[in-house]
């Protein structure tokens, strides 16, 4: 009977000295972290080689946004699929 309690009594001691063991951390430790929220910024400096840069035609987008004040924007057509 007493076995029973001493086995789980240093399970439980060694599971509490293992705490207190030095844990190093590696100097670039987060850095993958740090590179992949970096990665997901936008560029405030980007800019488009494209002449005009893409979706700035403003005689287009003017149009566009008269349509959509006026509620006159044309309604998509539904997608059909030949496989009947």
């Known amino acids: 009977m007493k076995h029973n309690r001493i086995i789980p009594a240093a399970i439980l001691a060694a599971a509490l000295l ?7 951390i590696s100097a670039d430790f987060g850095q993958a972290v740090r590179q992949e ?3 997901q910024i936008a ?3 980007a800019s488009y080689t494209g002449v005009p840069a893409p979706g700035s035609d403003g005689g287009r987008v003017g149009l566009a946004q008269k349509r959509y004040e006026a509620g006159e924007v044309a ?4 997608a059909a699929t ?3």
């Open 43 to 45: 560029d405030p400096d």
């Open 37 to 39: 929220v970096a990665a």
């Open 75 to 78: 309604t998509p057509q539904a």
């Open 82 to 84: 030949t496989g009947k």
């Open 18 to 24: 293992s705490g207190c063991a030095a844990h190093h």
